[in-house]
């Protein structure tokens, strides 16, 4: 270890230079890459006011939908609704593209043209998908509220994509909450359906048994163990009908308060406005700077290495015998000059 000190200390410029010069180029490209605009929004996200509450006690509300909507912006599904229903999608087939690098070679080769075109609907839709994607940052900032950031170099496409985002996430939230309501009360009706018919075979198997036992009806009759059995078989498919009909009716009220306001158990606290400052994003910086400082240290580990291991010259009295083969008889050490 005292070998690589002095090697460092003794070659300190050639072994910096490279890191300060990868770092160097690092900010450059930092600072060539072009200025984007951030549009944020926020959410203001309460348990869920219909239904079971079936979320998750340790995590708070934030947190759920925030990793909901983050899951939902790595779809093509969400994405591209999310284009077309904000300036993304309008803004992307109206900016002319033209082949590039090995596309515009292979063009070349093959006699096809290479001048500025418009994209088609689906290179419009798959554009669109790399773009959100990549440049929407869902985080919660709090146990109720969720931020929502969207980078692009168009400011007014900026605040119109955010705020698609934020539109389509609480339109996907109440379809999906009134596609379950609606499972649920299709399943409850079906179940009404069956025990209806159980109870209509009860009725009919307690007026057929007093048909053949008219003296049964006599309030003053002997009690039958047949006749009550059936009549309690009768009163529990009453009692079921009624407890299914009831879930039915809760479903249906479930599926008709989804179309209230806030119904989603969130709500928009802040719109996403247009941005009015360009900045550098500062995922790209961060990349940037990160992997600069990692190939310098790279560089500068492996330099020391190599200089080193090259490095033949006997500094220490213990070094005399691994480096000659020779016992060493005495050393003199080193003394300064002194001032007269």
Known sequence: MVRYLETFFRYRLLLLAPVALILLVSGAVIVAQPVVYTASTRLWVDKPVLGPDDSNPYISPAAQQASSLQELTYTRYFTVRVARRGPLAGYLASQPVAPRGLSWFKSKLLGRDTSARRPSPEEVDGMAYDIVSKNVAVYAVGPQIVQIDFL???????????????????DETLTSRKARSQVVSD?????????????????????QY???????????????????????????????????????????????????PGASGMRLLDPAGVPAQPGVSIRLAVQALGAGLGLGVLVLVLGLLALTLADRTVRRPEEVEHALGLRLAGWVPYLPPRAP
């Open 152 to 170: 692009y170099g168009d400011a007014r496409v900026a605040s119109g994509t955010a705020q698609a985002v934020v539109d389509q996430f609480l």
């Open 187 to 207: 399943f409850y009706a079906g179940q009404v359906k069956s025990a209806q018919d159980a109870l209509a075979a009860a009725d009919q198997a307690v007026n």
């Open 210 to 260: 007093l048909a053949a036992h008219p003296e049964l009806r006599a309030p003053n009759a002997v009690p039958d163990a047949r006749l009550v059995q059936l009549q309690r078989a009768d009163q529990q498919a009453r009692d079921s009908v009624s407890s299914l009909q009831s879930k039915v009716d809760s479903a249906k009220l479930d599926h008709a308060a989804l179309s209230a």
